[in-house]
């Protein structure tokens, strides 16, 4: 089945540093999803990226379907960036979505 | 602004109870999702739905029941509840992008 992998799996930063998330997938999928969750445990999409490079405000994600990877890089972090990203592709043309572990964002002030 | 309200948001039972975990969406969306998460492990798909009446199983169905009573309305049920059964639940809808939207959770605790 779906296999998904997230580096790294923890990440600490200074207030203005951009951070580089990765997710690798093990099977072909025709989307994916990156999500937060906040230390408090809510959970948001943040922007559905099946293919290709799309951003969303200090957001790009870049996905390479055929290598089966994808990105999340946020620039000049925030102390309110702080929590899991979680990536979530699914398994080839089904609709459900497979998650990684994710990668815990720390931003220091 | 999508919504998904879960109740109760916190619960703690004993060994072998009954508990309704239960979620509403204002969304109009068609599928609805119960998940649970567990240190170690990614979300875990339990039950879905895409209608009323609808019920599809998920990855981790054992030990759940589910049912789908209206568009906006979809229920968890564990009906002799156990340890391993000690999560953090969440109920979700999706569009027909299929992007999530997560109700706030639900902690529960089986003692």
Known sequence: ?109 | EAAVTQSPRNKVTVTGGNVTLSCRQTNSHNYMYWYRQDTGHGLRLIHYSYGAGNLQIGDVPDGYKATRTTQEDFFLLLELASPSQTSLYFCASSDSLNTLYFGAGTRLSVL
Do not use: M
């Open chain 1, 1 to 109: 089945g779906q296999q998904v992998q997230q580096s790294p799996s923890s990440l600490v930063l200074q207030e203005g540093e951009n951070a580089e998330l990765q997710c690798n997938f093990s099977s072909t999928a025709t989307q994916l999803q990156w999500f937060y969750q906040s230390p408090g445990g809510s959970l948001v999409s943040l922007l559905s990226n099946p293919s290709g490079t799309k951003h969303t405000g200090r957001l790009t994600s870049t996905t390479v379907t055929k290598e089966r990877r994808s990105s999340l890089h946020i620039s000049s972090s925030q102390t309110t960036d702080s929590g899991t990203y979680l990536c979530a592709p699914n398994v080839g043309d089904n609709s459900k979505l497979i998650w990684g572990l994710g990668t815990s964002l720390v931003v220091n002030p």
